[in-house]
């Protein structure tokens, strides 16, 4: 059994961690009620956005935006792998980087891979693997999110597709459902799936001023707003997971202190009894002579 001074000396240690876990659960929090706050505004308008594409997409005759519809023959595939720049949220960035992956191994088996990270987590985790291509530009874009930064990345996704550079590009993130509850998700972003012979297909647009004028500003923009809604929902589903993981921290370091007081009490009980029987033990002695 340990004895008191190295039993004592734990007990502080695991009620400093606690304090520090209990701190990082509030900050997460405030934080996850601000990034909850930004998706939940963001995705009707997302959505809108999405609808009007489905619109669309059967109808497409602006042959600099066909490119964006058109399937070609799968050789190079570009994975926007979103995760977080720090850790101690469970396994948020592990199943993403599972994920990301798994899809390398399996559904790409044999392609050219490149990764786009945003995220340093993923960042340095692919700069590490074998077989795949890093383009880490976007991997600090989580200090300071915002739509321009959203943006940024979207419009070099769409460049780099527009020029042929790739001929797939699928986005795998957390999409956020609440503070416990994210969802693993890998989006197919380019090309555009059509989807002929819904609902959607059949409304028709009245355009003003002009037909190509307004898809050429509009389909990429919303294209666009669909890296940002990812890039947002990653954001929140990281401060719902940290929230969860240090509330769970927390727990565990407050039952690791009764079980440490237990032992400790134990250890202490056992110092006085030890004593008490030397005592005895010398006046018994001390008696007899």
């Given at each position: 059994m340990a004895?008191?001074?190295?039993?004592?000396?734990?007990?502080?240690?695991?009620?400093?961690?606690?304090?520090?876990?209990?701190a990082m659960k509030l900050v997460s929090a405030t934080k996850l009620r601000r990034a909850q706050n930004a998706i939940l505004q963001m995705r009707p308008y997302a959505q809108k956005l999405n609808g009007i594409l489905a619109n669309?997409?059967?109808?497409?005759?602006?042959?600099?935006?066909?490119?964006?519809?058109?399937?070609?023959?799968?050789?190079?595939?570009?994975?926007?792998?979103?995760?977080?720049?720090?850790?101690l949220c469970g396994s948020f960035n592990a199943n993403v980087i599972k994920l990301a992956n798994k899809l390398i191994r399996e559904d790409y088996a044999g392609k050219n891979i490149t990764i786009l990270p945003v995220g340093r987590k993923g960042a340095d985790f692919f700069a590490k693997a074998e077989g795949v291509k890093v383009n880490a530009s976007f991997k600090e874009t989580l200090q300071?999110?915002?739509?321009?930064?959203?943006?940024?990345?979207?419009?070099?996704?769409?460049?780099?597709?527009?020029?042929?550079?790739?001929?797939?590009?699928?986005?795998?993130?957390?999409?956020?459902?609440?503070?416990?509850?994210?969802?693993l998700s890998n989006d197919a972003f380019l090309p555009i799936a059509k989807q002929a012979g819904t609902q959607a297909s059949k409304t028709d647009f009245i355009f003003e001023p002009g037909k190509e004028e307004i898809l050429l500003e509009l389909i990429p923009r919303i294209l666009k707003t669909q890296i940002y809604r990812s890039l947002l929902d990653s954001f929140a589903s990281?401060?719902?997971?940290?929230?969860?993981?240090?509330?769970?921290?927390?727990?565990?370091?407050?039952?690791?202190i009764k079980a440490l007081k237990l032992e400790y009490n134990r250890a202490r009980q056992a110092a006085i009894t030890t004593e008490i029987s030397e005592i005895v033990g010398g006046a018994a002695a001390l008696s007899g002579a």
């Open positions: 004895n008191l001074k190295e039993v004592r000396i734990r007990i502080a240690s695991v009620n400093s961690t606690q304090q520090i876990t209990k669309l997409s059967d109808s497409m005759d602006i042959d600099s935006l066909k490119v964006y519809f058109d399937q070609r023959p799968i050789n190079n595939v570009l994975l926007v792998v979103i995760t977080s720049d720090r850790g300071n999110l915002n739509a321009k930064a959203g943006f940024e990345i979207g419009e070099y996704v769409l460049n780099q597709y527009s020029a042929g550079k790739f001929d797939k590009v699928e986005v795998v993130y957390n999409q956020f459902k609440n503070a416990a509850t994210q969802i990281e401060h719902g997971a940290r929230m969860v993981a240090m509330d769970k921290a927390t727990d565990n370091a407050g039952e690791l």
